[in-house]
């Protein structure tokens, strides 16, 4: 594994997803923390449908590019849960659901967890280096991180709903190096997503992908070789030498 000069790095990129935090139900982002229950889902076959449903819905977040508050990110799902529950049951009560399903989504903090790496390492890189979020996500991501302490590790958050936009579009990159004061080749960036990673190197940001699922890990290190590819956080602090 190659290894980056401490010397040279002063700032931190980092994703959420599937780097930081991942998605407590089901293993997926928009089955909110009480969507199964409220739907009377308990079985494979159904929980197979819903989210098939909702990987066809992906349309209606597309319509959603600019999203500033926790309101207008309610709205937002709740046109998109409301596609969603037409699909899935027509005879649902599918507007006082929808509202329901997009609240839950939105305030409950729960519906996302922290790797159990994360806080610590993220917590010790802090006194080293500055760290900004470059997160695809809505602004409710800023609650999880006030939710479980985490807001303080970082110096900025860049969330793609509040500027209109998604990874790898270099605006993301160029906001959060702007607001750290930070050179590209100051700095690593750290995802899941090798798309993003190649734009972050487009700009002269180190990028380093991150495959938390093993048989990734050995897959992304084979079609990948010119990226430094790490399975977990630890793996990224024992890069800094």
């Known amino acids: 594994m190659d290894k980056l000069d401490k010397g040279k790095i002063k700032g931190i990129l980092i994703d959420s997803g599937y780097v930081l935090i991942y998605p407590t139900q089901a293993n997926n982002w928009f089955i909110s923390p009480n969507m199964l229950e409220m739907l009377g889902i308990t079985n494979k076959d159904d929980l197979k449908k819903i989210k098939n449903i909702i990987q ?25 849960y409301t596609y969603i529950l037409t699909e899935y049951n027509p005879d649902l009560d599918i507007p006082t659901l929808a509202h329901k399903l997009a609240v839950d989504l939105t305030t409950n903090p729960l519906k996302y967890a922290f790797y159990e790496d994360s806080k610590p390492i993220i917590s010790e890189l802090k006194e080293s280096f500055k760290i900004a979020l470059v997160s695809d996500a809505w602004p409710s991501m800023r609650m999880i991180y006030d939710y479980n302490d985490m807001t303080k590790f970082f110096d900025y958050m860049v969330i793609s709903s509040e500027l209109g936009i998604l990874k790898p579009n270099p605006i993301m990159y160029i906001t959060a190096l702007e607001n750290l004061n930070l050179r590209p080749e100051e700095c690593v960036f750290l995802d899941d997503n090798i798309s993003n990673c190649i734009g972050a190197k487009k700009l002269g940001i180190t990028p380093i992908l991150v495959s938390r699922n093993h048989e990734d890990y050995i897959r992304n290190s084979k079609q990948y070789k010119d990226y430094i590819n790490i399975e977990n956080l630890q793996q990224f602090k024992d890069l800094l030498v």
């Open 56 to 80: 066809s819905a992906q349309f209606v977040l597309d319509k959603h590019e600019l999203v500033l508050d926790e309101n207008a990110e309610i709205a937002c799902f709740e046109e998109y």
